[in-house]
């Protein structure tokens, strides 16, 4: 079973992404044949500074190592290194429909932020297909935000099979795990790097981490009254990282009244700053380690690009190049 995931390079990961993502993916590694690259063409849509994009790729590289993904066991790579995927794009932009694509909600709303409308940022969905079709993926974790883009691949990869044969791409599945689909932000939207409302794993040092989550919205409810803990993102947030029994604690704390939500913010600040704690560990010594991350990135490459060439070679064949 070949899981697949990718990741923009678009600057500070966040807990979004580690629990919508990374995690996840994190987990897979140990069911199956895991491929997880850094989505670096993708990035061209937003990030117009060669420097800044190199440097992200790789503090990309060295948060997602730092996480726990495991070189031993899975597949991890630059999107780049394995060209043959902007060729399927092309090839999977003439079996496209447009209205396929017009209907695709990240599209506006990245336009809606601001982004260039450009054919890239268009094509976003057909770029994403093809990389998950190029390495014959079953399975795709990814958090809630990119359902639809599964879809379109899904589409895709079903119209290339009704065209050119059933059974020579495999139709792959998104993993969307329920738990952690959203998470929510500092003011309870999606948190997200274009609401500006992210809590980073790696913050710079604790105290910048605590200032963050000391900023997360709350109600105006005095201290000694009690509160609501179903619709609290205090609550939301902390049960990523305590146990049932320290979430339920905490619930009733917030039914019996008698604390403010600075208490509460302060027992999640220290439940993710421990979390979080070992993965920094492990970063300062991949830091340290200067040749560790292009060593892995270059083996990954090797390994991604024999799948790839076979499945390109397939889909030559089929279309008549
Ligand atoms: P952002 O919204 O900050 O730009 P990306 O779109 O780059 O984040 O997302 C990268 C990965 O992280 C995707 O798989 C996405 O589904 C996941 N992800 C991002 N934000 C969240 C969130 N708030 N909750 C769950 N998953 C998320
Ligand atoms: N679009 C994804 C995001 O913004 C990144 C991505 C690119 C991806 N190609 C992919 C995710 C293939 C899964 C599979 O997060």
Same mark, same amino acid.
């Given at each position: 079973?070949?899981? %697949? ?19 996840? #993916? ?12 850094? !989505?670096?063409?993708? #990035? ?32 991890? &790579? ?10 399927? +794009? &092309? ?23 601001? %982004? /260039?409308?450009?054919?890239? %940022?268009?094509?976003? /969905? ?14 795709? /974790?990814?958090?809630?935000?990119? *359902? ?14 009704? $065209?050119?044969?059933?059974? %020579? ?11 952690? !689909?959203?998470? /929510? ?25 605590? *200032? ?14 009690? *509160? ?14 305590? #146990? ?20 509460? *913010? ?31 990135? !270059?083996?990954? +490459?090797?390994?991604? $690009? ?9 889909? $030559? ?5």
């Amino acid at each position: 079973m070949r899981i %697949l995931s990718g990741i923009q390079p678009s600057g500070k990961l966040h807990i979004g992404n580690y629990f919508g993502m990374m995690q996840p #993916s994190i987990h897979l590694q140990e069911e199956g044949d895991a491929f997880y690259f850094i !989505a670096n063409y993708h #990035s061209l849509t937003s990030t117009h500074d060669p420097a800044v994009l190199k440097e992200n790729v790789r503090n990309l590289a060295i948060d997602f190592l730092a996480c726990g993904l495991d070189p031993e066991k899975a597949t991890f &790579w630059k999107q780049s290194d394995v060209p043959e995927v902007t060729e399927l +794009a &092309w090839i999977f932009s003439c079996v496209t429909p447009m209205h396929l694509l017009e209907k695709c909600t990240s599209y506006k709303d990245k336009i809606a932020q601001g %982004l /260039p409308a450009s054919h890239g %940022l268009f094509a976003y /969905p057909v770029l994403q297909a093809a990389d998950i079709c190029l390495f014959d993926s079953n399975i795709v /974790p990814v958090g809630k935000d990119q *359902k639809q883009h599964i879809e379109v691949t899904r589409d895709i990869a079903i119209k290339f099979n009704n $065209r050119y044969g059933e059974d %020579l791409l495999v139709i792959p599945e998104p993993r969307i795990r329920e738990t952690t !689909a959203v998470v /929510p932000g500092l003011d309870g939207r999606k948190m997200s790097k274009s609401y500006n409302n992210t809590i980073e794993i790696f913050e710079e040092t604790e105290k910048k981490l605590r *200032k963050k989550i000391m900023k997360i919205e709350t109600d105006s409810t005095p201290v000694e009254d009690p *509160k609501d803990p179903e619709n609290s993102y205090i609550v939301q947030l902390y049960s990523l990282f305590a #146990s049932e029994d320290e979430v339920k604690e905490m619930q009733e704390s917030y039914r019996a009244g008698g604390l403010g939500y600075g208490h509460y *913010k302060q027992q999640l600040f220290e439940a993710c700053r421990d979390f979080f704690a070992p993965f920094r560990e492990r970063r300062e010594e991949i830091i340290a380690d200067k040749n560790y991350v292009d060593d892995v990135l !270059a083996e990954g +490459a090797k390994k991604a $690009r024999t799948k790839g060439r076979e499945v390109i070679e397939r889909v $030559r064949t089929a279309v008549g190049m």
